[in-house]
C-alpha cells in the first residue's frame, strides 16, 4: 500500500494552481471538470506523481464556494527540501507567505519552515539532504 494523494478544497481553483505551480515548483499532472456535478479536481505534485509512486495533492473547487473553514484538525502539508532557508527565499521571492522561518524544529535539530497557501493551508518544508 501506499498514499496516493491529499485532497484539499479551495475556493479559487487557479489561483491554487498558479501557487503550487509557481511557487511551489509543482507540476500540473491532471485536471477533471464535473460541470454536472458542479466540481472539479486539479491533481499536482512532484516527479511523475502516481506514475513514479509519488504522493499528489488534489485540488477540489466546487463551484460557488470562495473559501472553508479550516477545522481544528487538520495540521498540514510537508514537503520534504535540500535547503530550507534557501527554498523560503525562493518562495518569498516569487511572491509567497513564509509564516515561519527557517530554523531548528522546537526541542530538536531538524530545520523547518512553514509557508502557507492562498486558501490557509499550511506546508512544513522540511531539510532532508
Known sequence: MNILHTMIRV??????????????????????????????????????GNKDGST???????????????????GHLAIGVPDVAATCAAIKAAGGNVVREA???????TIIAFVQDPDGYKIELIQRP
Open 103 to 109: 530554523g531548528p524544529l522546537k526541542g530538536g535539530t
Open 11 to 48: 475556493g479559487d481553483l487557479q489561483r491554487s494552481i498558479d501557487f503550487y505551480t509557481r511557487i511551489m515548483g509543482m507540476k500540473l499532472f491532471r485536471q477533471v471538470d464535473m460541470p454536472e456535478q458542479k466540481y472539479s479536481v486539479t491533481f499536482l505534485g512532484y516527479g511523475e
Open 56 to 74: 499528489e495533492i488534489e485540488l477540489t473547487y466546487n463551484y460557488g464556494v470562495t473559501s472553508y473553514e479550516m477545522g481544528g484538525a487538520f
